[in-house]
């Protein structure tokens, strides 16, 4: 059985529980759930096989992003050679949050307000 696929409300309050501080121009993003067909209707397993997705909803903001840049709950589109993964396990929950934490140059696209 797999991880369980947490919201990015969900992150983004479990990491603001945790008391943990992103440094610099960074920001953790929760990635996008990967899809389990192609284009065609094609299934595809196990799971190791998915395309990763290179989107998600930032989730933690770092102390050196100018206000503005980013906010909370913004989708994103990324490079997937900067990405660098974290799991962070926290009291209460049954499963790790996975992130991806980035530094903001490595964000391609942004959804705006």
């Not at 926290?90 to 307000?113: M, N, Q």
Request: aromatic share 12%.
């Amino acid at each position: 059985m797999g991880m369980k696929a947490y919201t990015w409300q969900e992150a983004s309050k479990a990491v603001k529980a945790s008391k943990r501080v992103l440094t610099e121009e960074r920001v953790a993003i929760l990635r996008d759930q990967a899809q389990d067909t192609y284009g065609n209707g094609l299934l595809v397993k196990p799971e190791t096989y998915k395309n990763e997705p290179l989107s998600g909803r930032v989730v933690a903001i770092g102390t050196e992003v100018p206000d503005g840049k980013f906010y909370i709950g913004q989708e994103v589109n990324f490079n997937k050679y900067a990405v660098n993964g974290f799991a962070l396990s926290l009291e209460g929950y049954s499963d790790p949050f996975e992130f991806d934490v980035l530094h903001t140059k490595d964000i391609y696209w942004k959804v705006a307000k």
